[in-house]
């Protein structure tokens, strides 16, 4: 079973960049497809990133352009870079397999606030 842990998270102001991280207790290799997921209170949560073993990327149309995903299957990690945030990225960050397996990490809160 895949524990997950997400880091990086933080305060930064708009236009800003962060980087997190997900280190995955199990060889992600395994799976498939991994994704990062936010979400905020009162919304359901949603995928923004995935990124498939063979390398091809997929990001939801709000972080197209800023949000670059990454996978180090050596390190089992993955990564999300972001740039040019915005305060509607406000949100807690997760990482999951896609589509997510039943248990969720800690998720990494990120706000996005001058």
């Known amino acids: 079973q895949v524990q997950l842990v997400e880091s990086g998270g933080g305060l930064v102001q708009p236009g800003g960049s962060l980087r997190l991280s997900c280190s995955a207790s199990?060889?992600?290799?395994?799976?498939?497809?991994m994704g990062w997921y936010r979400q905020t209170p009162g919304k359901q949560r949603e995928l923004v990133a995935s990124?498939?073993?063979?390398?091809?990327?997929d990001y939801a149309d709000s972080v197209k352009g800023r949000f670059t995903i990454a996978r180090d299957i050596a390190k089992n990690e993955v990564y999300l870079q972001m740039s040019s945030l915005k305060t509607e990225d406000t949100a807690v960050y997760y990482c999951n397999a896609a589509p997510p397996g039943k248990l969720w990490g800690q998720g990494t809160q990120v706000t996005v606030s001058s």
């Open positions: 199990e060889d992600i290799y395994k799976i498939y497809t």
């Open positions: 990124a498939r073993s063979g390398g091809a990327v």
